[in-house]
C-alpha cells in the first residue's frame, strides 16, 4: 500500500494523484513518529527519568546540606556578633569605670598634693622663722659679747688712765672692808 492523495483541480474538475513514497506502508511521517516512539522507549526502558531524578535529588540534597550550613554559620555569626556588643558594652562600661576611678585618685591625689604642699609650706615657714630666730639671738649675743668687751676694754682704759697705785689702793682697801661686813 500506496497511500494516494487525490486532489481536484478547480479548472478541469479533474482529479490528480500524488504518490508518497512508502515502505512496508509506512510513510515518513509514520517512520518519524516511530523514531520518536523508540527513542521515548529507549530513554524509558533505561531509566533515564529515574537517574535525572536521582541527579536532581543529589543536587537538592547537596543544595540542603549547603543551606543548613549557611544556616548555621549566620547562627554562629549572629552569634559573635551578639558576644561582640556584649563585650563593646562591657568595655565601655569598664573604660567609664575606670576613667571615673582615675578621676577620683586624680582628685585625690591633687587634694592630698595641695595638703602636703601647704604642710611643707608651713614646715619651711618655722625652719625659716626658726633659723632666722636663732640668727637673730645669735647676732644680738655677739653684739652684747662685743659690747661687754668694748666696755670692758674702755673701762679699763678709762680705769688706767683715771687711776694710778694710790687710788687703786684706797679702792681696793674700801673692797677689803666691804667684805668683812658681808659674813
Do not use: C, Y
Not at 585618685?105 to 609650706?121: P, S, Y
Not at 673701762?155 to 674700801?174: N, R, T
Amino acid at each position: 500500500m500506496a497511500e494516494h492523495t487525490e486532489s481536484m483541480t478547480a479548472a478541469t474538475g479533474t482529479t490528480e494523484l500524488h504518490h508518497e513514497p512508502a515502505v512496508l506502508g509506512i510513510t515518513a511521517p509514520g517512520f518519524v513518529a516511530l523514531s520518536m516512539l523508540a527513542v521515548v522507549l529507549i530513554i524509558l526502558v533505561k531509566k533515564v527519568p529515574s537517574m535525572i531524578g536521582a541527579m536532581l535529588d543529589k543536587q537538592i540534597s547537596k543544595i540542603r546540606t549547603q543551606l543548613d550550613e549557611a544556616s548555621k554559620l549566620r547562627a554562629e555569626a549572629e552569634a559573635m556578633l551578639a558576644e561582640a556588643k556584649a563585650r563593646t558594652a562591657s568595655s565601655d562600661a569598664d573604660a567609664k569605670a575606670v576613667l571615673a576611678n582615675a578621676e577620683a585618685e586624680a582628685k585625690a591625689m591633687q587634694a592630698k598634693a595641695e595638703v602636703d604642699a601647704a604642710e611643707l609650706i608651713a614646715r619651711r615657714t618655722r625652719m625659716a622663722e626658726d633659723k632666722i630666730a636663732a640668727a637673730e639671738r645669735s647676732a644680738i649675743q655677739a653684739i652684747r659679747n662685743k659690747a661687754a668687751d668694748a666696755a670692758t676694754t674702755a673701762a679699763a682704759a678709762v680705769i688706767a688712765e683715771k687711776h694710778g697705785a694710790e687710788a687703786d689702793k684706797a679702792l681696793v682697801d674700801k673692797a677689803i672692808a666691804g667684805l668683812g661686813r658681808l659674813n
